[in-house]
């Protein structure tokens, strides 16, 4: 299987910018991790496209939530997949563990995948986090170290490969790395066989930067 290519455009973007992505959209090794608001215009712009959610509410249902947008919700827009946990939700908007846990919980009854993000303190998030969830067949783990993202630093591959194996002990499952990933890096973590892809943020903004990265990983078979 080709590695996956998971496109973090966190609060970037444009319906312009969408439509430059266009002819990528139908990828099938591209996700595109949107903003809410763009995911419907992106369905419309390519019915087949691989499109994901960077959050969804911690509260189950509907009801009176004003400003927040349900799991269900985004299933019903074509959302196949949602970012839950990344490290930029935890610090700036104080996401607890108890959060994150009933944000994978109802994304998962909501029929949706999960990425869910850890960082350099895995082992703690994923004890918490992940609290009386048994089924992870449909959840990947992306590894992002914070010193990592948007930095430009990446850590040495072989320590993402060994932690990659440390995570994939506790959570057996898809595995990405994410941070500062970008054309010029990308096969260092995509020939590692404990990474099953990448989340990508600045660089997923580029299109040129993301047809290069598809085209290094479309040679992974
Ligand atoms: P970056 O972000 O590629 O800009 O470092 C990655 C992420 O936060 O998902």
């Known amino acids: 299987m080709n590695k996956l290519l ?3 455009w966190k609060m970037n973007g444009s319906v312009a910018l969408l439509r430059e992505f266009s002819d990528v959209m139908g990828n099938p090794n591209i996700v595109l991790a949107l903003p809410y608001i763009l ?3 992106a369905k419309q712009l390519c019915e087949t496209a691989n499109i994901g959610a960077q959050n969804c509410s911690e509260f189950r249902g509907s009801g009176a939530y004003t400003g ?3 799991s269900d919700m985004l299933k019903d827009l074509g959302s196949s997949c949602v970012i839950i946990g990344h490290s930029e939700r935890r610090s700036l908007m104080h996401e607890s563990t108890t959060s994150i846990n009933a ?5 998962l009854e909501s029929g949706l995948k999960v990425i869910y993000c850890v960082s350099e ?3 703690k998030q994923i004890s918490g986090d992940m609290d009386g969830i048994e089924d992870i067949s449909n959840i990947m783990v992306a590894y992002e170290p914070v010193s990592a993202i948007g930095t430009g630093k990446t850590p040495p591959p072989n320590e993402v490969y060994d932690i990659a194996l440390k995570i994939h002990r506790i959570l057996e499952t898809k595995i990405l790395y994410g941070g500062s990933v970008s054309c010029k890096n990308i096969m260092d973590f995509c020939s590692l066989d404990s990474i ?3 989340l990508v943020g600045g660089a997923s ?4 930067e993301v047809k290069s990265m598809l085209l290094q990983i479309q040679k992974t078979i």
């Open 103 to 107: 944000k994978i919980k109802n994304a």
């Open 39 to 41: 995911i419907p215009i």
């Open 6 to 8: 998971v496109a973090n």
């Open 121 to 123: 303190d895995f082992e």
């Open 68 to 70: 927040e947008i349900s």
């Open 205 to 208: 903004l580029k299109i040129d």
């Open 196 to 198: 099953d892809g990448v």
